[in-house]
């Protein structure tokens, strides 16, 4: 096999430049807001604009997650095996930003319908088309961490800025996208014309991370391809990654589950109404982006499973607290509430994310292989999987509780059970799962020192099979290659493998 990095010249493998940072870092503001939009908007939208039963929107979200989650690792693999003068990944994230911006664009401009068949219909194809390029997009884009660096700690950099943008894109869709409803006259009007404005910010977002990573170091695909099946079974011989997927499946279902319910919360519960649910968008994101450097600083001196772990903890006891939340709390104490679920939801974001590259690169030092959308295609499918659990669990409840659905945009009256599953599913939910996951995260013991000790196969010349790497390994491989795009690589640019 012959891995070859491209890299740009005079920038050391541990300090990559503030504009490919950033330039990677700003594709997460359109995916998350793709991603982070729906979740939170469209359970609310087909419940109170459409007049679908919650049961049954969350189990059209569902189908449309079950599709995605089998695709996934198709776009992982073939990311993996792609050549262009592109790189591996980038043609793919030009491609998924097309396509998840105008699926966003149709899927809140359902037209009016006969018959509620053809309404259920169109929010299923439009769901698809929302699953084939967001998937497009982000798998590929969460491959690129570990081509870009082989730093331990400058992946955990990269990804601060990631989570920067995604902030952002938490208020996009918690602040800006409700606000724009009620501004816009709400009900299908208002959500119509928030869309276009929202969806044509992701696909800006979206391909400026397409133009901002052109200089980005890359690798091109291995000669060796064994099969998927062989490579599943190599990755899930990875233990640290088998416990980082089994720990943010649980937060990731905690997560979609809140996230639904949410404008319930705001809405139904605390009697705040869309401002409300802007007004919280904003305080958490501001919390969330106050508290990056603190995150990182912390990752680095205790180590990234302990703050993960501690940060966890705290998000779960400020999540619990809503369950406290009434319509006469004070807006001091709703947005002191608000703030804390920020600066620990950063903490969960920025530690959860900074472990996949880490794996990946783990992964090829015992195998010799690069594929990191294999990886991310994994990570995909898991958050697809708990994406797609989440707001069937919410709806479920919500129908078991009594909501009273309607067509005129706003939730009208509830009974006190249908409050009470609002409260469940936004407030205890989202704690509990997250404290589960810690059970898995005690036993994730990877380290910067044990990624170093790990000799590459291609540098120990080695022909066999590493230690728990399986079949996939059994070709022998020769050392990766670092050069510029351009020019020939100095030493400082050649990162140790």
């Not at 792609?82 to 809140?108: C, D, E, K, N, Q």
């Not at 009434?326 to 903490?347: H, N």
């Amino acid at each position: 096999m012959s891995a070859k990095l491209h890299a740009q010249p005079g920038i050391p493998d541990d300090a990559l430049p503030f504009a490919l940072r950033a330039g990677w870092g700003v594709g997460g503001l359109g995916s998350y807001t793709i991603l982070s939009t729906s979740s939170l908007l469209l359970l609310f939208f087909m419940t109170t604009a459409l007049g679908i039963e919650p049961a049954v929107a969350g189990a059209i979200m569902f189908v449309s997650k079950i599709y995605d989650m089998a695709l996934n690792p198709v776009v992982g693999t073939l990311s993996d095996r792609t050549r262009s003068r592109w790189g591996r990944r980038r043609p793919y994230i030009l491609v998924g930003a097309a396509l998840a911006s105008t699926a966003l664009v149709l899927m809140f401009n359902a037209p009016v319908f006969a018959r509620e068949s053809a309404t259920i219909a169109w929010m299923v194809a439009t769901l698809l088309l929302l699953a084939t390029g967001y998937t497009f997009f982000n798998v590929p884009y969460l491959s690129m961490p570990a081509e870009m660096t082989g730093s331990f700690h400058e992946r955990t950099v990269l990804m601060s800025y990631r989570v920067f943008f995604v902030s952002v894109a938490t208020l996009v869709s918690t602040s800006a996208a409700p606000a724009l409803v009620e501004a816009m006259g709400g009900g299908r009007t208002g959500f119509a014309a928030m869309a276009w404005l929202v969806g044509g910010t992701c696909l800006v977002a979206m391909l400026a991370c397409f133009a901002g990573t052109a200089q980005a170091r890359f690798t091109e695909p291995t000669t060796l391809r064994p099969g998927f099946v062989e490579q599943a079974r190599t990755v899930l011989s990875n233990q640290p990654f088998r416990v980082f997927i089994g720990a943010k499946f649980l937060q990731l279902v905690g997560l979609s589950a809140s996230s639904v319910a949410l404008p319930f919360l705001m809405t139904t519960a605390l009697g705040r109404g869309g401002y409300g649910l802007a007004t919280f968008g904003l305080a958490s994101t501001v919390g969330t982006m106050a508290s990056m450097p603190a995150w990182v600083s912390a990752s680095k001196r205790l180590g990234k499973r302990n703050v993960y772990v501690a940060s966890i903890v705290v998000f779960a006891i400020t999540k619990c607290s809503w369950v406290l939340a009434t319509p006469q709390e004070s807006d001091f104490a709703f947005l002191v509430r608000a703030l804390l679920t920020g600066i620990t939801a950063g903490g969960i974001m920025l530690l959860g994310t900074s472990l996949l590259p880490d794996c990946a690169e783990y992964d090829y030092r015992r195998t010799g292989m690069r594929r990191e959308g294999l990886y991310s295609g994994f990570y995909s499918f898991v958050e697809k999987t708990a994406f797609a659990i989440g707001p069937l669990l919410s709806g479920l409840i919500l129908s078991a509780g009594g909501f009273v659905k309607s067509t005129g945009g706003a939730a009208p009256l509830q009974p006190q059970s249908a409050i009470d599953a609002v409260y469940f599913t936004s407030s205890v939910i989202p704690a509990l799962a997250p404290l589960l996951s810690i059970a898995f995260l005690w036993r994730y013991r990877l380290t910067q020192e044990q990624i170093a000790a790990t000799v590459p196969l291609a540098a120990a010349g080695s022909a066999g099979t590493a230690p728990g790497a399986g079949a996939a390994a059994s070709t022998s491989v020769s050392a990766a290659v670092v050069h510029p795009p351009a020019a020939p690589a100095g030493p400082a640019g050649a990162p140790t493998r």
